[in-house]
Nanobody, 114 residues
Framework: QVQLVESGGGLVQAGGSLRLSCVASTSIDSANFMGWFRQAPGKQREFVATSSRGGSANYADSVKGRFTISRDNAKNTVNLQMNSLKPDDTAVYFC????????WGQGTQVTVSS
């Protein structure tokens, strides 16, 4: 069983930055993928970014060039640096880890004002 706890969400003006963190309760060395999804009000949950066990990153087109995912296996942490934020980035951001099955965090709210 893996528990994931996100932090770092908040309210920011358009153009600003936030850094989300996700800490796992157990070692993530064997997690094939860790990353982030987000869900805006009235919309389906959508993929944001993922980091493989080897450190390869993949991003949704909507965040490429603005968001950077980083994974620290020694600290059981995956981070999401979000720059040049837009109002469309407003959502609850969920961390996930794929280890035997997919585990989810409880989510952290990100609100970007125009």
């Amino acid at each position: 069983q893996v528990q994931l706890v996100e932090s770092g969400g908040g309210l920011v003006q358009a153009g600003g930055s936030l850094r989300l963190s996700c800490v796992a309760s157990t070692s993530i060395d064997s997690a094939n993928f860790m990353g982030w999804f987000r869900q805006a009000p009235g919309k389906q949950r959508e993929f944001v970014a993922t980091s493989s066990r080897g450190g390869s990153a993949n991003y949704a087109d909507s965040v490429k060039g603005r968001f950077t995912i980083s994974r620290d296996n020694a600290k059981n942490t995956v981070n999401l640096q979000m720059n040049s934020l837009k109002p469309d980035d407003t959502a609850v951001y969920f961390c996930f880890a794929d280890q035997v099955r997919r585990y989810w965090g409880q989510g952290t709210q990100v609100t970007v004002s125009s």
